[in-house]
């Protein structure tokens, strides 16, 4: 056994075996040899950070989903209601809608005045300053995994980007 | 838990606060965390990855931290569990026994282009390797980390009793590989 290992496993059983053991001076602690390449520490930080935003983990981006999320929902709404209006199933527009708001079935004016009517439950007023008014949504108050798994079926990036204009 | 940790933690728990509070986390236990993971599976590049599964895991459950712990004993378990679980996939994978993650770790090891030790610490390195995977973390924290053996009881949820058990014995393996390799 060469000299250098002996004197290092005689110190190192020795240290093991006593807790308050002060090592020899001029004998190194025996750090594991292990390195990392250049800069790794500095730039792991900004690494994380985009591959977070990759997964949408990014809380500001959750955030302005969150605000997003009840406007897109009524719009996303009447533009189903709208859609079975001029294209109802089987060529019968309903009258549900229709009575609803007093028209009288087969009027010449009917699409144009449930058009206007559905127009005026949302402005574009209206929904800028619903988007101001509602309250920061506590984020802790819904499982995360349950909000992912709904941003990534409903909304795209082009209606986050186009509707936060 | 130290003010300083708790103060961290609240802000973490608060969305507004919780970008910053994060990065604040990340740059005070990054290098920690990275070495104690790097000790368990070799290489860098493996270790990277998991380092930053173990901050999107802490991102995501920070809200189901009770704080029965501090903060760093919960990073360091979730640090260590990433790094066990890593192992056992690749020995699902790979049908590695028990000794094939030894010699999986080894070759990782040899062929690791960011070790830049001297033979003697190679030497300690392939000794630790041939330990069972949860006694050579026991003998990490205890012999390069120098932890007390009761934050580890902490991290591993074991008994400072099996603790120091484990560390002698691994002790006393070390010991047995450099005489059996002269």
Redesign the interface.
Known sequence: ??A??RI??KL??MK?KNEHFEELPGFPK????????EG??DS??E??RL??EA?N????RK?IIFYLKPALGIAAGLAIMLTVYIYPPGNQRTSTLASVNNVAIGSDDQSELLTSTYASLITDGQFISALSEMD?????KMP?EDLADYLASNCSDFEILNANK | MVDKDKNLISAL?I??N??KAF?LL??TY??RL??HI??IVIS?DDA?DL??NV??KV??NI?NFREDSTLFTWLFRIATNESLSFLQQKKRKNILSIDGVSDYLVETFES?A?????D??????LAVLQLPEKQRIVFNMK??DEMKYEEMAEVLKTSVGALKAS??HA?KK??AH??G??
């Open positions: 056994m060469d250098l290992v290092f496993l190192f059983v093991q025996m750090e594991t040899g292990f390195d990392v390449p790794y520490f792991f930080g690494r994380l591959r977070m997964e983990l990014s809380s500001r955030k920061e949504y506590d984020a802790s995360k | 728990k969305a507004e919780k970008d990065q990340v740059n990054q290098q990275y070495w790097r000790k860098h990277d380092m930053q901050f999107i991102w995501k809200g690791d960011h070790f830049e030790g001297d003697l610490q190679k030497r300690l390195q012999y390069y560390y002698h002790v070390i010991e450099f005489e390799d002269n």
